[in-house]
């Protein structure tokens, strides 16, 4: 997309000298979006598979089926059991 630029504080607008011919290539500019969507898609989905783990592990220790633990350290074993999934 190519874009001309005037001066429109010159004078009130009376005279507008030309800045320049200014262009944005709109095909990189949407790939870097894409490619940064993609990114933020991916990290919200690992903080949802995170927050479930913990929610599970709350109505675990709801039942009482397992022992009992704060939310630091559910998390604190989640990202222990991720770390050592992508190790493997």
Same mark, same amino acid.
């Given at each position: 997309? #190519?874009? @001309?630029?005037? @001066? ?5 607008? %009376? ?5 320049? #011919? ?37 109505? *675990? %220790? ?10 630091? *350290? ?15």
């Amino acid at each position: 997309m #190519t874009c @001309d630029a005037y @001066d429109m504080l010159y004078f009130e607008g %009376m005279a507008q000298p030309h800045l320049g #011919t200014f262009t944005i290539n709109i095909g990189d500019v949407v790939k870097e979006l894409r490619e940064k969507d993609t990114h933020q898609i991916s990290n919200l989905r690992d903080i949802l598979k995170t927050m479930g783990l913990v929610i599970g592990q709350q109505k *675990e %220790m709801k039942t009482g089926a397992v022992q009992k633990r704060t939310v630091p *350290e559910i998390l604190t074993e989640v990202m222990k059991a991720v770390v050592k999934n992508e190790d493997n």
